[in-house]
């Protein structure tokens, strides 16, 4: 990479914040134990999904039962009814581009939050995304992003000893072409940027041996050298893992998501232990030609949730197909909702409160949120009231996703907010949770076991009642452990494991 590309690129790291050169003095703390508390073996992953320009929550997941009133305050945008996809035993509706959402729903791997919003809303497009991106209030300005402040928190001897052992993949990595202000740290940023696969590996030349002075701005030089190395040495294993990937669903290079979530997916199943991604897909300021006029499940709106179906569908399909689905959570966001009214151009205008939707396979997919009420009566001015304030689901991101042994939202946040069930909740008692494998065995037991389960206690039985062995095993990064048995007599055996699980077992030579 040349010179100048590179100092475009990291042009954000120039505009470090003002505390800057004290990473450069500050003391060395122990980095804290949590899902995110290496890159060396896979983990949990988190992936943000940024709907830029403010989408139109009412045509997103359509109220049902509030259909003759829609009608009446937005009939230059609204769906047919008979197309909209039903959310069985549920007053509620998807776009009809929403197929893949509707599986996800039926698979219980999608949830649904209606009516999230900041609590007091703006309607600037660049004011209320930095408001959703720093967590602050309407009235608050903050120079640094909820996930920045996150991975300084959980990683206090960032940027400057890393990549190292532990790291040495990115904690973060953003795809949407330009750093945020999401992944802005009160002292650095914490995001790697990435575009182009085919240049991610190619050094970037500075100086290393340069000896600045101990000033401002040489401090400042001294960052910039700093994010050049760590770039040279991201790009190496990006590069790696990129090549390594596969995607068994193609995602194809049609759209801009397209390719954003197929760089993501080669590098997650090319080894790549990132934490937290962010995509992006722009175009959802409808303020005109929203829809279709001969077709209401057409138009400019419809393109972009149909981009956005096909993309996270095939994304979970790729993970179901490399047994990594279980490790991923994917959440989306936009800065607001649109106005309940349509307008005269087929559009809608800047708006408060929509849904967000949360995909993962442990996720509770219980539906949370009232129904909108549309009055038969709004008018242009008139907007959903927010019953979720957007901390709530970033707090419980956090504190349940994240780093549920250690929360700490209200550290990232500020304060504290109320947070709902994000997990559908693990019953260490349900027998299917608990898979022995191989069944017959010879020389071992390998044991799948529910999650949260960090060791077992076992003993094995004949089925005369026989004690023949016992002992204790931690699980693995993958809720595996293995017990030994190539000691035992061929016959029928039983594992008890953990006082409360028995499971049958075939011993053969």
Request: proline letters at 6%; one cysteine or more; glycine letters at 6%.
């Amino acid at each position: 990479m040349k010179r100048r590309s590179f100092l475009h690129k990291i042009s954000h790291a120039a505009a470090a914040p003002m505390v800057l050169p004290s990473i450069f003095h500050q003391v060395v703390a122990n980095n804290k134990t949590t899902y995110l508390s290496n890159t060396q073996t896979e983990g949990r992953i988190l992936v943000l999904i940024k709907l830029d320009g403010g989408n139109d929550g009412l045509n997103t997941l359509i109220p049902m039962d509030q259909m003759n009133n829609l009608s009446q305050v937005r009939p230059h945008v609204i769906l047919p009814e008979n197309k909209i996809l039903q959310l069985e035993t549920h007053d509620l509706g998807l776009h009809p581009e929403l197929s893949g959402f509707k599986s996800m729903f039926d698979e219980k791997r999608l949830k649904i939050i209606q009516n999230v919003g900041s609590v007091t809303p703006d309607f600037s497009h660049f004011r209320s995304m930095d408001i959703w991106q720093s967590a602050s209030d309407y009235d608050e300005y903050i120079n640094s992003g909820w996930m920045g402040r996150f991975m300084e928190n959980q990683h206090p001897e960032w940027p400057l000893s890393y990549p190292n052992e532990n790291y040495p993949d990115p904690l973060s990595i953003e795809l949407g072409g330009a750093a945020s202000l999401l992944f802005t740290g009160n002292q650095s940023f914490t995001s790697y940027v990435a575009t182009d696969p085919g240049g991610f590996h190619e050094d970037i030349l500075f100086d290393p041996m340069a000896d600045y002075p101990d000033d401002y701005l040489g401090m400042k030089l001294r960052y910039i050298d700093l994010i050049k190395n760590q770039s040279n040495e991201y790009s190496e294993v990006i590069k790696r893992a990129y090549e390594r990937g596969q995607t068994t669903h193609e995602f194809g290079n049609d759209t801009y998501l397209a390719q954003q979530f197929d760089i993501m997916t080669k590098l997650i199943t090319g080894g790549l232990n990132t934490r937290v991604y962010m995509v992006s897909i722009g175009g959802f300021d409808t303020h005109d030609t929203q829809v279709d006029p001969n077709d209401h499940a057409q138009g400019q709106h419809s393109l972009l949730l149909r981009d956005l179906n096909q993309q996270v569908s095939k994304f979970m399909l790729n993970l179901d197909t490399a047994n990594r689905s279980d490790d991923v959570l994917c959440m989306t966001f936009s800065e607001f909702g649109r106005t309940i009214v349509s307008n005269g151009s087929r559009g809608t205008d800047h708006g408060t409160a929509a849904p967000i939707f949360i995909i993962g396979n442990n996720i509770d997919p219980e539906i949370l949120g009232n129904n909108p009420v549309i009055p038969n009566n709004a008018r242009w001015e008139d907007n959903l009231a927010t019953e979720f304030d957007f901390r709530s689901v970033y707090a419980s991101v956090i504190d349940q996703w994240m780093t549920p042994e250690n929360p700490n939202s209200e550290d990232i946040l500020g304060e504290t907010f109320p947070q709902f069930d994000l997990l559908r909740p693990q019953n260490p008692f349900d027998t299917t949770k608990w898979v022995l494998y191989p069944n017959p065995a010879t020389d071992y037991l390998q044991i799948s076991v529910p999650d949260g389960i960090t060791n077992i206690q076992y003993a094995i039985f004949d089925l005369t009642g026989r004690k023949h062995v016992e002992g204790q095993v931690q699980t693995d990064k993958s809720r595996h452990c293995v017990v030994t048995i190539d000691a035992l007599p061929k016959g029928v055996y039983l594992i008890h494991v953990n006082t409360h699980i028995t499971l049958k077992f075939i011993k053969q030579l």
